[in-house]
């Protein structure tokens, strides 16, 4: 299977602490870093692009005013992953007709050859948990093990769940075909 290395090199680090002490540069420039992935991300969880924009620049903000708290520099990464998660969850819950549902397309952006709205239509059969697993697993690299502390649940149930939602994801695949 896949799997991708989660590591702070040693310049992401430094600008870290750069950035708890108020260096908003330091900031911008790891906002730079990973708002690729974090879109992406979001895209996946909200269905929308323009909702995920929000959430990702809500999820930014919140995270730059309460930088000071972060405890580790090494844990910017997933603490950052974290609130941008809470932050489309947040707005979900807000959201009682998703755009999907309007009359109009919305336009989308090309990522590594697929269209977010292609890679929000291959994940709509997951159930927002799923999702949520696949996204942190295959978009932002993240282990089992760190998935589980990211959602609270078991590592073992992870996998379990996220075995289930690739399963369902062949089938849908197949089926379409």
């Given amino acids: 299977m896949f799997r991708m290395e989660v590591v702070m090199t040693n310049t992401e680090w430094m600008l870290v602490g750069r950035a708890k002490n108020g260096d908003s540069h330091a900031f911008a420039t790891l906002y ?5 992935d974090l879109y992406r991300f979001a895209v996946c969880l909200m269905k929308s692009t323009i909702s995920a924009e929000d959430a990702v620049s809500s999820a930014v903000l919140k995270a730059y005013e309460n930088l000071p708290k972060l405890r580790k520099n090494d844990s910017f990464r997933s603490w ?3 609130i941008t998660a809470n932050e489309c969850r947040s707005q979900l819950k ?3 007709t998703y755009l999907e549902d309007q009359d109009w397309q919305e336009p989308s952006v090309q990522e590594d050859g697929y269209e977010t709205s292609e890679i929000a239509e291959i994940l709509s059969p997951l159930s927002d948990e799923e999702r949520l697993i696949i996204t942190l697993s295959v978009f932002a690299g993240y282990t089992s093990r760190e ?3 990211i959602i609270h649940k078991r590592e073992g149930s992870v996998r379990s769940i996220k075995s289930r939602a690739f399963a369902r994801l062949r089938n849908s695949i197949n089926n379409s075909l």
């Fill in 147 to 149: 998935i589980a502390g």
């Fill in 32 to 36: 730079e870093t990973y708002y690729a």
């Fill in 94 to 96: 807000k959201t009682v």
């Fill in 80 to 82: 950052l992953f974290q």
